[in-house]
Every structure is written in C-alpha cells, then in structure tokens.
C-alpha cells in the first residue's frame, strides 16, 4: 500500500515535470522537447530545455522537497502537527541575513554569497531558538513559543530593512521574500543538492526514535532513546534542509507546513515513510506553483510563493480543522 | 504591587501624568523640536504662516493622538483576550486579528475607491472578525476547550497566512508597494486630524462597553460559572467581549496598520502592578499602553536619523525578549 503510494507519487512528479518542461512562454511540444532532451542541439529549444527550464523544474522538486522534509521532522520533534520552520523563525532568521545581505552588502559581494548569508542566519536563528527554550533541557511546545518570538523579532528586523533601503533594493528583497524560483541556474541547483544528501540518511537513521519519541518522552526513554542527542541531531537535519531551500529560493512559506499533513494522510506518522512521501508532496507542490506562477499571468513571471501560499494557506486552515475534528 | 485603593488610585494618577508627559513628548520632539511657547501659540492663535504651527497641526498633534488611541485600544483588547482565552500569550498581535484586519484593509485600499480610514475602518472590522472566528475553531479541542499553545499556533498560522497574501498583492501590483508596506509594518504617522475624528465614536463604544462589562470580566476570570452567577449567559459575555476586542483592534489596524506587542505586553505590565481586578486593569492597561506606543513612537523618531524606525518594528523589538521571557516562565508549567 505505502510503497506503491510513493511509486504513484514519484511518477506523478516525473509527469509534471515533464508537463511543466513543454510549458512556458515559449510552449514546447512534447516530442520537440525529447528530442532536445536526447539530443541536445545548438537550438533554440536545446538552450530554453536546457538552460531555462529544466535547472528550474530541478531547483522546484529539492526545494520543496527540502521544505517538506524539514517540516516533517520538526512536527515529529515537537509533536505538533502545526509547528514548521517557518513558524518557528528558522525560516524568518535565514530571510532576516539575505535581506541584510541584500540592503548592505550587495554592493560590496556578488549575489552568490547570497545562499551563505541565508544559511547562516538559518542557523542563528535555529541556535538562538534552542538556547532561549533551553531549560533542563527542551520542551517541545517552549521550544515553539519561543521560535513564534523570535520570527516576530527577526520579521521586524526585515521590516526595517525593507522601509529604510532604497525602493529598488527594497522591492529585490520583498520578491525574494515571497519566495522565487525566477532565474535557477544549474550551479543552484548544484549548491542545493550537498545540503539534501547529508541530511536525509542522518534523518532516516534516526527515524526509529523519532517514532519512538512521538509516543511522548517517557515511552521513548524506556524503549532506550537518548532522546537529548537525538533531538538535536533531527532538528539539525531540519535546519540544514529549511535553511538550504530558503537560501536558493526565498521565503516559500507554508510548503513545510502542509506537505507533511497531506504525506501523513497517504502513508501515515511513520518517519521511514512519512520522510520521502513529504519530499514528494513538496516538490509537486512547489513545482505547480512555479509553473502556474511562470505561465498563468504571461508576460509576468510571478514568484511561486504567492501561489503556494494562496493554495498552501486556505488548504491549512481546511486540515486543521479536519484534524480537529477526528481527534 | 499595589493593594489599597488608595495607593492604587495614586497608581493610576501616576500614570495619567505619564502619558500626558509622552503626549507632550510625541507633540514636541522630533527633526525640528518645538519650544512649548510656541505650541501655547498656537493652540491660542493658529498662524499659517508660521512653520512650527504647520507642522504641529499637520504631523505631530495627529500622530500623538492617534499613537494614544492605538496604544489604549490593544492594550485593552489584549487584556480582554487574555482574560476571555484564559491564555498569558494571547494578544490581538499573537493571534492574527490584526494580520486579518490588515489584510482587508489592503484589499480594501487597493481595488474599491476607499481613501480614508472611516471608509475603510469597516473592511478592517470584517478583516479583524474573520481573523477571530477562524482562530476560535481552529483551535477549539474536543470539548470547545481553547488549548493554550494551539491557540497561539493557530493565530501564527492564520497571521502568516494573511501576511502571505499581502505580500502576493505588494508583488503583483508593484505601484501599492509603498501604501503595502505602511500597513506591513505599522505606522502611527501621516494621517491627517480630521480623518481621524470620524473613527472617535467607535473608539468610544467599545471603551464605554468595556467599562461596563467589567464586573463580568472579572467572574469570566474565575469560571462561566460564576457569570451565570451575575445573571447573564457566559456566551453573551464572551460574546460582547469579543466584539470590544475585534472594534479596538480593527479601528486601531484602520489607524495605524499592523502594531504588535502593545497588547501583549501591557496587561501584564499592569496586572504586576495593578492587579487583576479589571475595574483598575483595564483604565491602567488604557493609560499603560498609551504610554508605551507614545514613547516607542518618540523614540522611533531618533534611532536612526533621518530615518525613521516605522513603530511595529519598534513596539516588536520591545516586544519580543518579553514574549520569549513569558514563553519561558508561563508556558512550563504543562
């Protein structure tokens, strides 16, 4: 049942990526656009497949699979299905380091630190959560609340940012807040794919107490978790892969939040499973918001995070409230 | 704290003077300080012609009077909220009613031919309702109980679900960018006195509600039980309490876009020294929060000259070591 829903998601996403690869401003026929696939030419259609759009169906699927992922270990962490790395202002921290990145030393650096600027205010942030939470330890719900705090503080710091630098400074940071996939390039792609392989076989490592640690804290003690170091380990994985998606593609909010609800509802908590069923989800999610922002509104090429948040946020507040209910 | 009346009586004339002296400040200070006897001039002679009276009458008298009424309102409605949810955290901020509000607004500014905030203070009540009711039944358990954090987490979802939107509309329609942006980030400057009158007589009900609904507030505090025990139903209770809370907080969103903190950190700070009894909560948290907005205003005025910090930013700076400090203490013990 679960693995052949995987399989069933896994062609789902190699058929939108191939639906999206014909589409565009340009649209393509699909035989046309195996031909430049297979057999590459100095074409126009070769540059477009190959240089446009396939870098950008690419950057799509591992961000959103990245943002799911990293929601879907959070929400085990905490146990709350409603906690996500933008909730918590690891998402927030790494917007608050590419805005400064972007309003003060854009000037001084080229735009390709950019990604390390946001990582490491992923980080920050992340480091900033767990010190302030800590407390003879971590507590799931303070380590949220205190999160909730610190993405109110870091989002004003953005605020700032935005109002006091010049309007065309301030307009670059509010598209790439939005969350945009506009201009991928195969060396983004490159940058981003380190940061997935790392994390996902430490994370599916330590599904097993994951799972053990989502019956509640005493349960997984008896069973022989070192809850502590595992804790940390995941939510580790959970930065490094928020931290990474934000850094190629912005603020794409409420991927990490609602990709997991819905993998959960195909193959159920279990982390084995609900790991790489949340990649899928997230990266068909990112990947239709991306084509719906680079084709619905032709000549505008709209940042994918107005429609992700447009669907992500309404289909939220549906779950929440289907969730409610059933419990 | 303070116990007997009389202390607490003086507590709240302390307090008076405090907010009249920020007054003074916000009117004042500024780019271009004005000397008090040229604000006696010209409240005695208005003269056009002369530059400080200009600008008395045209930026800083409103921005003053707005940044009290602002400041007043959350404050109030953040100590109803926390009295209705029975939560340390709740806020009109924490919990999306201003992101509703302000959403609206946005929506309201940018395709109907609404200029001034009486036109729109409606949109912003519907914004600020919608906020509410959906955070009440998303957070709702099993039982219509309101679970503290989930409350709270359903308020961030609900805010960044607006603010997500706001931005999608910035971006789409660049040439709002800059009105957008006000409302994102909260400001209590450029708006003219006479925009500001029409919006008075809702400020005021829901104030005068507020006062008379005191005595209630206070048995909603020990349990519905006791409000049935005065003689009304605990609904009808929550229910009024929560159309003071979405008026204040929708008029102030109308005024002065996003602010947040304001209404979570007053409450406490006047519940500390004031008790919590709401026939002196609630006119300290007025004076308090009045207070505090005045002078994050003034002080926004000179953290970065010529810049000026827009006032969400400042009241969120402020705000935050305190949610993350209550955050701390309150919320451990579940």
């Known amino acids: ?327 | 704290m303070l116990n007997s009346r009389t202390a607490k009586s003086l507590g709240l004339l302390l307090a008076a003077l405090t907010a009249l002296a920020a007054f003074f400040a916000s009117v004042m200070l500024g780019t271009t300080d004005i000397p008090l006897a040229s604000l006696a001039a010209a409240v005695h002679h208005y003269d056009p012609t002369q530059i400080d009276h200009i600008i008395l009458f045209t930026e800083r008298l409103p921005r003053a009077v707005i940044a009290t009424l602002v400041g007043a309102s959350l404050a109030i409605a953040g100590a109803l909220m926390q009295t209705m949810t029975r939560n340390p955290l709740a806020s009109p901020g924490i919990l999306g009613i201003n992101a509703g509000a302000m959403f609206f607004v946005v929506v309201a500014v940018s395709f109907l031919p609404l200029r001034t905030p009486a036109d729109y203070v409606w949109a912003a009540l519907l914004g600020a309702l919608v906020a509410a009711a959906l955070v009440v039944i998303l957070s709702r358990g099993r039982h219509g109980e309101l679970s503290p954090l989930r409350v709270v987490l359903a308020g961030v979802a609900v805010t960044a679900m607006f603010v997500s939107f706001s931005q999608g509309l910035l971006v789409m329609d660049q040439q709002s960018f800059e009105s957008v942006l006000y409302w994102l980030a909260g400001s209590v400057s450029g708006r003219d006195l006479s925009l500001v009158t029409p919006l008075l007589p809702l400020f005021g009900a829901a104030m005068l509600l507020s006062a008379l609904l005191v005595r209630h507030a206070n048995a909603l505090m020990l349990g519905d039980d006791m409000v049935t025990a005065l003689g009304m139903q605990a609904t009808t209770i929550k229910l009024l309490l929560g159309l003071i809370v979405i008026v204040l907080a929708g008029s102030s969103v109308a005024l002065a876009g996003m602010i947040g903190f304001v209404g979570l950190i007053v409450p406490h700070m006047a519940r500390g020294i004031f008790g919590i009894d709401h026939r002196w909560l609630l006119p300290s948290c007025a004076l308090l929060g009045a207070c505090l907005l005045l002078l994050a205003d003034v002080a926004s005025r000179f953290l970065m000259p010529p810049q000026e910090v827009p006032v969400g930013v400042m009241t969120a700076l402020i705000g935050t070591p305190f949610f993350i400090y209550l955050a701390r203490r309150k919320m451990t013990s579940q």
């Open chain 1, 1 to 327: 049942m679960t693995k052949s829903t995987v399989l069933l998601l896994s062609l789902l996403l190699a058929a939108s990526a191939g639906l999206s690869l014909c589409l565009g401003s340009f649209p393509t026929p699909p035989l046309e656009v195996l031909g430049a696939l297979t057999a590459p030419q100095n074409s126009d259609i070769t540059f477009i497949i190959w240089e446009l759009r396939l870098p950008r169906i690419a950057l799509a699927i591992l961000v959103g699979a990245a943002l799911a992922m990293a929601g879907a270990i959070l929400q085990s962490i905490v146990r709350n299905p409603l906690a996500s790395p933008d909730v918590i202002g690891i998402t927030s921290g790494a917007a608050l380091a590419a805005v400064l990145f972007l309003a003060l030393l854009s000037t001084h650096f080229s735009l390709h630190w950019l990604p390390f600027a946001a990582m490491l205010g992923a980080l920050i942030s992340a480091l900033l959560v767990i010190s302030l939470s800590w407390k003879n330890g971590i507590n799931p719900s303070r380590l949220v609340l205190v999160g909730i705090g610190l993405a109110a503080a870091t989002g004003a710091g953005t605020t700032l940012l935005i109002v006091i630098s010049d309007d065309a400074a301030a307009m670059t940071a509010y598209v790439w807040l939005t969350g945009s996939l506009y201009a991928a390039q195969w060396k983004d792609v490159e940058g981003i794919l380190p940061w997935l392989l790392v994390p996902v076989p430490i994370c599916l490592a330590f599904a097993r107490h994951a799972d053990a640690m989502a019956l509640g804290d005493s349960v997984a003690e008896g069973l022989g978790v070192p809850i502590l170091r595992s804790r940390m380990i995941l939510l580790a994985c959970s930065v490094a892969l928020a931290g990474a998606a934000v850094a190629f593609a912005g603020g794409l909010s409420f991927v990490g939040l609602i990709a997991p609800h819905l993998a959960a509802r195909l193959v159920g908590r279990n982390m084995a499973r609900l790991v790489p069923a949340s990649a899928l989800v997230g990266a068909l999610i990112v990947l239709y918001a991306d084509l719906l922002g680079r084709v619905a509104f032709l000549p505008k090429d709209l940042p994918a995070g107005i429609f992700v948040a447009g669907i992500g946020a309404p289909f939220f507040v549906y779950l929440l409230h289907r969730t409610r209910r059933q419990r």
